[in-house]
């Protein structure tokens, strides 16, 4: 008796997402464009990052570690978050979808972020207003 295996790639090759257009600007020998130096997506945005994400290791512990729930140390915990989330998601959109080769989708992402950062900024008002807030909610699941 013989057995047939076939491979893993045996079925069809199909790509999953196909290459974008593929343009080349000028000739082989012109120099690559230098863009213009913008400080602001330099060592400043890169400071900012790293201060908000520093800054959220007290908001995290300080309610806890207190004792007291303040509705104003919960607002500024919300704050960060989603501050430190769309920043985190905005390095995402950046990295991985190329602007010059999918300018639409690049756009589409954009807006997505930023759609998805005000409904999520929105749930957390309602929550903190409307609710017990982030602090006594991860505090009731904590003890749970």
């Known amino acids: 008796m013989s057995s047939r295996v076939a491979a893993f790639h045996a079925s069809g090759r199909q790509a999953i997402l196909p290459p974008g257009p593929q343009?080349?600007?000028?000739?082989?020998?012109?120099?690559?464009?230098?863009?213009?130096?913008?400080?602001?997506?330099?060592?400043?945005?890169?400071?900012f990052?790293?201060?908000?994400?520093?800054?959220?290791i007290p908001l995290t512990i300080a309610p806890f570690a207190a004792g007291s729930l303040n509705p104003v140390m919960d607002a500024i915990l919300v704050a960060t978050l989603?501050?430190?989330?769309?920043?985190?998601?905005e390095s995402v959109v950046?990295?991985?979808i190329p602007g010059k080769r999918f300018p639409k989708t690049l756009a589409l992402f954009w807006w997505g972020?930023?759609?998805a950062t005000l409904m999520?900024?929105?749930?957390?008002?309602?929550?903190?207003t409307n609710d017990v807030g982030i602090t006594e909610a991860i505090k009731r699941v904590w003890t749970a």
């Open 49 to 56: 990052e790293r201060t908000i994400a520093i800054t959220l």
């Open 113 to 115: 972020l930023r759609a």
């Open 82 to 89: 989603i501050i430190h989330s769309h920043i985190g998601f």
């Open 120 to 128: 999520v900024a929105v749930g957390f008002y309602e929550f903190e």
């Open 23 to 47: 343009v080349v600007h000028g000739t082989a020998n012109d120099p690559a464009p230098v863009p213009e130096p913008q400080p602001g997506h330099g060592s400043y945005h890169w400071t």
């Open 94 to 96: 950046i990295d991985y």
